[in-house]
């Protein structure tokens, strides 16, 4: 994350976290075990809600295709006009869904 969603950020980068993100979450998949231990059961919940945080923020960054306010990104330098609004993300059924407030992405 830090490597590949601060500054400056492009659609390079970005694909790099979300395959790193994808590679943990197998991983997690594969080492978490089910459990009655309610410590270890709370820890692996943190961690799968912590990947999902992640991969939302970097799907988000990498959906936005400009730079804007304090989202700047190097392979789109400029603010476009038609993605002046914010972007909304939705899990549902398994899949997460991005689409501008107002519109559909």
Do not use: I, K, N
């Amino acid at each position: 994350m830090a490597e590949g969603c601060l500054f400056p950020r492009d659609a390079h980068g970005l694909g790099h976290v979300l395959h790193a993100l994808g590679g943990l979450r197998g991983e997690l998949a594969v080492t978490s075990t089910a459990s009655v231990d309610a410590r270890r059961m709370a820890q692996t919940a943190q961690v799968r809600a912590e990947l999902l945080c992640a991969e939302v923020m970097a799907r988000m960054m990498l959906e936005r295709a400009e730079s804007r306010g304090s989202h700047f990104r190097a392979d789109f330098p400029e603010e476009r006009d038609e993605l002046g609004s914010p972007l909304r993300a939705q899990l549902g059924q398994g899949r997460l869904e991005l689409r501008l407030a107002g519109g559909s992405s």
